[in-house]
């Protein structure tokens, strides 16, 4: 009658070379077998397999129903192809080997390292401490190697992630490449297009479960993609919800910019993800083809930022919600309806009111409004048309030309004074040191030297952009024109419009609105351009 009821325990983590036979789980159970023939005291009851669970964790789902049965008396006896697989973190390693086993009455066995705690001779305590230190180095070290392998391969553009976002898939010819989905890039398409168009984040929702479109999670497992456990969805039955459309149009993928790294360990001895600090976070620009355009995405996290509470009984929100603001308090205007002898009235005003500080509060009729933005509007979209025909008529590569050099040149000046200052700076300790200064001059010329440096490091990257902004195709620089002319055969103005075109409308009185238009630094860079250009010409002739 065997003495010892044993459980056969094996492990095969990730990271191990599963190319290999040394460590796979047949060659692991070959080994505890022949052993266990061997041993007539022995009889193997049980097996249990965590396959893909690194050793420096003891939350493993194998090794936790086998302890349940240590602990329930089902067993008496760990068999182990080596330590490691026990595990490789040498605090928790040593906990199960001096404490946990001798309580429960388990005999422990590790063939290879010849560790058998009913033997007093197999091993020693220095032995199985200095297995136990080469195993935990070791993790750390392949942990460093992995992660240190992923963020080179995220630097470079490389989709390292097992689920690709909702619209794209995985290319076949390279799995590190996002490409579009046929099906699911139109609708997230669509769904930035309504968005655009004023409808809320519910309305979107409800729109797509009208027509049946599946939500991500339901699209994934229907279609047999790869998916996450807890993403794409707030709802137990998979339909769409506000949440799963606001993911979605706060989601920079969908420009071309491939983001990762948004998550991590603490350290390698724990699987709890942790949100990093965006500035940690790896954007990689144009690295795969984009659904929406850089515009039309941040014209919709504007959107987002305005306070756009949808109108009663309806998807969409009112034509100035969010953009109305009242010139005095600075609060965003409130639209009211009144009804009198059955006609509605429809005008905007101050919440704030003067009695709660607001100087002087205004009010407007909404169809008054509207004309009024409209004609502003209008005339503003004539005079971008009008700077389009005038850059179509400068000589841009000659110019292109000029302004480089000119960029360049200064540049190498405030480079060659960045230089200079670095020097100056370096050798005041030493200035310092010898008595040439006192210690007062030293900290007035160091914090002198540090403002000096950072003014030449910001006017070099000011610089930069510009020359970065004079060497882009034109018609890419000059695309936000395109955002106005698209709306100059309308007849009136819709939030559409309304939203692409102006940023804010500020009431400063009855009479009088102040409109920040959205591209106006655009819109001055291209008249400064066009100025250039006629200076340039006068010079020539």
């Avoid at 094996?10 to 070959?30: C, H, K, M, P, W």
């Avoid at 993928?253 to 998550?263: A, C, H, N």
């Amino acid at each position: 009658m065997p003495k010892y009821k044993a459980a056969a325990y094996i492990r095969l983590s990730y990271t191990d070379d599963r190319a290999s036979e040394s460590d796979s789980v047949g060659n692991q159970r070959r080994l505890i077998q022949d052993f266990a023939e061997r041993s007539p005291d022995i009889e193997i009851v049980t097996e249990k397999i965590d396959d893909g669970y690194s050793g420096i964790i003891f939350d493993r789902p194998a090794f936790k129903e086998m302890m349940q049965e240590v602990m329930d008396g089902a067993i008496n006896c760990v068999i182990v192809k080596d330590l490691s697989r026990l595990g490789r973190e040498y605090i928790e390693t040593g906990r199960y080997l001096r404490r946990i086993f001798p309580t429960y009455g388990v005999r422990f066995i590790a063939i290879t390292d010849n560790i058998d705690t009913a033997r007093e001779n197999s091993s020693d305590e220095l032995t199985v401490s200095v297995k136990n230190i080469m195993n935990e180095a070791y993790c750390r070290d392949i942990s460093v190697k992995t992660r240190t392998a992923l963020d080179v391969k995220r630097r470079n553009g490389d989709f390292v992630g097992a689920f690709p976002v909702y619209g794209y898939v995985k290319s076949e010819e390279n799995k590190n490449r996002l490409v579009p989905d046929p099906y699911a890039s139109r609708v997230v398409q669509d769904i930035f297009r309504m968005r655009m168009a004023g409808s809320s984040a519910l309305h979107i929702a409800n729109e797509l479960n009208s027509l049946g479109i599946l939500s991500p999670l339901a699209y994934k497992r229907n279609n047999g993609f790869p998916y996450g456990k807890n993403g794409y969805t707030d709802r137990a039955d998979c339909k769409w919800s506000a949440t799963t459309v606001i993911r979605i149009l706060r989601d920079e993928t969908y420009t071309g910019t491939l983001v990762q790294g948004k998550r991590g360990t603490s350290n390698y001895k724990t699987k709890d993800l942790e949100l990093r600090p965006s500035s940690e976070w790896v954007r990689i620009p144009d690295a795969h083809e984009p659904l929406i355009s850089r515009q039309d995405f941040e014209l919709v996290q504007r959107i987002s930022r305005l306070d756009t509470r949808t109108s009663p009984n309806q998807g969409t929100v009112y034509l100035f919600s969010g953009i109305l603001i009242c010139g005095c308090c600075g609060a965003r205007m409130t639209r009211k309806t009144n009804r009198i002898k059955g006609k509605e009235y429809n005008y905007y005003y101050c919440p704030t009111g003067k009695k709660n500080g607001c100087r002087t509060p205004v009010m407007l009729r909404e169809n008054e409004l509207k004309a009024v933005v409209w004609q502003t509007v209008k005339s503003y979209i004539d005079n971008v048309a009008s700077l389009e025909a005038l850059l179509k008529t400068i000589d841009q590569s000659s110019l292109n030309r000029a302004l480089i050099a000119e960029y360049s040149g200064h540049i190498a000046e405030n480079e060659r004074r960045l230089d200079q200052v670095m020097e100056f700076k370096a050798n005041l300790y030493e200035s310092l040191v010898s008595g040439e200064i006192s210690k007062e001059d030293y900290a007035q010329f160091k914090a002198r030297y540090t403002r000096q440096m950072e003014d030449a490091k910001k006017s070099i990257r000011l610089l930069k952009e510009k020359l970065d902004a004079v060497k882009e195709n034109r018609s890419e620089r000059n695309r936000w024109i395109q955002h106005f002319i698209q709306f100059s055969e309308q007849d009136s103005i819709d939030r559409t419009a309304l939203i692409h075109m102006v940023e804010s409308i500020r009431v400063l009185g009855k009479k009088e609105l102040k409109i920040t238009f959205a591209h106006e630094d655009e819109y001055r860079q291209a008249a400064e351009l066009i100025c250039q250009a006629r200076q340039s010409e006068r010079k020539a002739g």
